[in-house]
């Protein structure tokens, strides 16, 4: 590793990969991935389970990252680690009570969820939505579509698509955050609500 990178405190890089210097984001999952997952999976004692909720921890990083939501502290380590605990949590608390979505590509996830006490307008704003999501997401560029699919519809995690669509974690990590940012901006310029 560069010696420069290697003395590169974590918020410099956070700023560096905001501005688009995408490698900072590697060197800085590099720096912390052995922690963050020997923590997860300390905890639930399962590889499987481990490999999705530190993909989710990352992904969940880049988001607000991107959002310009971080805020600044420098304290990165300390706020990653929070945010692979609570989905640690949230993973237990989950249990068996979830109920199971059919991994199929040709469902639509968000046809299968039941909210309680569902009033007609908010039904027909969640079917507006998602129809509005599915016509963006056709939008977009094929490999940005093909990770939005296989995510949030196929409900696949990062290792499965980085294999299936033969790239890197961190490339289909990077497709994924273009395609949010995409369809941020499809929204805007439709004027589409939609909340990503």
Do not use: C
């Amino acid at each position: 590793m560069d010696v420069t990178i290697s003395q590169t405190t974590d918020n410099e890089l956070i700023r560096r990969y905001h501005e688009g210097d995408y490698a900072s984001f590697e060197t800085l999952l590099s720096r912390h991935q052995s922690k963050v997952y020997g923590y997860i999976f300390s905890v639930v004692k399962d590889k499987d389970v481990a490999d999705d909720i530190f993909q989710e921890t990352f992904y969940k990083a880049i988001v607000t990252i991107n959002s310009d939501s971080y805020k600044d502290e420098n304290k990165f380590i300390h706020w990653i680690m929070r945010i692979a605990h609570n989905l640690i949590v949230d993973h237990f608390r989950k249990g068996s009570k979830m109920p199971i979505v059919p991994n199929r590509p040709d469902g639509d996830v968000l046809e299968n969820i039941k909210l309680p006490d569902d009033n007609a307008e908010r039904a027909i704003v969640r079917q507006q939505t998602s129809k509005n999501i599915r016509k963006l997401v056709r939008m977009l560029p094929p490999e940005q579509r093909r990770v939005v699919i296989m995510r949030h519809y196929g409900r696949y995690d990062f290792k499965d698509i980085a294999a299936r669509t033969g790239v890197s974690i961190n490339t289909a990590l990077g497709r994924m955050r273009y395609a949010i940012i995409n369809l941020r901006r499809l929204a805007q310029e439709n004027n589409m609500r939609i909340e990503l």
